[in-house]
């Protein structure tokens, strides 16, 4: 059904008409859709107290109800501390867990089995963040970060550059805190943001993997153990890439996810429905209804661009998952990483890599340009003798003008030691002088 407005909702979570992020529509409580000759009808078992489809690409909201409404967002609070975190520690870092790291666990927190006083790689307490929704991961990774207290921060000036602005952080997990909020549209930005970095699509679409246990005190080995993705339509919904789920008794089930199909991306939330196993359902239903919409409905309102991104990242219209062009170049020809969501080096390290690699490929020239120029050795005698009739162990050679060839032949030494060098210099100067633009930018 469509809406026609409810000012008192607009107030409930602070917003006027005028400054509904996304657009107005999207701050009203009842269904929004906008219908166009052929559209289907919305599935009519939707429960859930706020859910929003939208089209990762394009940033348009296809249909949503209640999308800026408060509620606890349970674990798919996650997808905001990846976000904030993940590029800051290279996933093949080990670190040794400490007993207060895991300390202040909440009661019946989710955890994927981390130990204290062992190492574990980044990446795989990421795999536990993701399939586990494990709460013992988060916390190591943010005492990593500095700190529960930093993380939450961090997080939170996150999720401002988001323009996700009906989110408060509490907990770096989500677990439920006093005044920790989110809406179905701040974790449809979450996820936007998050599939852009090639880990994160990574580590949401990883359905098994096996995670690091205890040592083994017959062996004194290290053991480990299988883990699965919580999340039930991954592996079951065509396309699904991720993202994240959660279940608290307070905030009930929410559920983020992101579906491909025929070169279109759409984006999920559901928030809080009758039933817990509902919320599978009912994301499944609307992702169906939005791939049969797409091009049948006008947008109710728009997915807003990351105000931290780099300007390409940030353009409207600009996919969930860049295409990856430069993941397929060696690293050293990579573009710079600023945000640390890209394949590629750091500037400094790019930058001395551009300079390594035309100054090879000049002294590679250069000494095939010598070998060129090298005078030609040509026998002096036909016969094998030498001049004064002695033999000698091998041919007599004699060099003079008449026998210099190679290099000379095709433009000379000079020709590479001189021109070419000159422009590889100028190329160099020019990549170095195009990093430190891409750095100031």
Known sequence: MLAVGAPTALAAFGQDAAGVVGGERLGRPDVQVAPLAGAPALPSELT??????????????????????????ASTLKMLFADTVMTKFDRSLEHRVTLAELADLGAGSSLVGVKENLPYRVEDLWRGVFLSSGNDAVHVLAHMNGGLQQTVTEMQARART??????????????????????????????????????????????TASFPGGLDKLTGRRTSFDIANTDRLLGTYPGLIG????????????????????????????????????????????????FAAAGKVQPVGRLVEDTGAPASAASPGSPAVPEAADSQL?????????????????????????????????????AAGRRRSAPARTPAVPSGTSPSGTSPAGPVYRTGPAYRGGATAVGGATGINGTGRRRLTRRARALVSAARTRRAR
């Open 48 to 73: 859930g107290r706020s859910w929003l489809v939208a089209d990762a690409g394009t940033g348009e909201v296809l249909a949503a109800r209640n999308a800026h409404l408060p509620m606890p967002p």
């Open 162 to 207: 988001l323009q996700a602005k009906d989110t408060k952080v509490a907990s770096p997990d989500g677990y439920d805190m006093d005044g920790q909020v989110s809406s179905a549209y701040d974790l449809t930005l979450f996820a936007r943001a998050g599939l852009r970095n090639a880990d994160f699509r990574s580590y949401c679409s990883t359905r």
């Open 330 to 366: 060696p690293p050293w020809s990579r573009p710079p990483v600023v945000s640390g969501d890209g394949p590629g080096l750091a500037p400094a390290v790019w930058t001395a890599g551009v300079l390594g690699t035309a100054l090879a490929t000049w002294a590679v020239a250069r």
């Open 243 to 290: 993202v994240k789920n959660g279940y608290t008794t307070n905030a009930g089930a929410t559920f983020t996810g992101a579906a491909e199909r025929n070169g279109r991306t759409l984006l999920v939330t559901v928030m809080h429905p009758e039933a817990q196993g509902k919320v599978y359902d009912e994301a499944a239903l609307l992702l169906d209804w939005g």
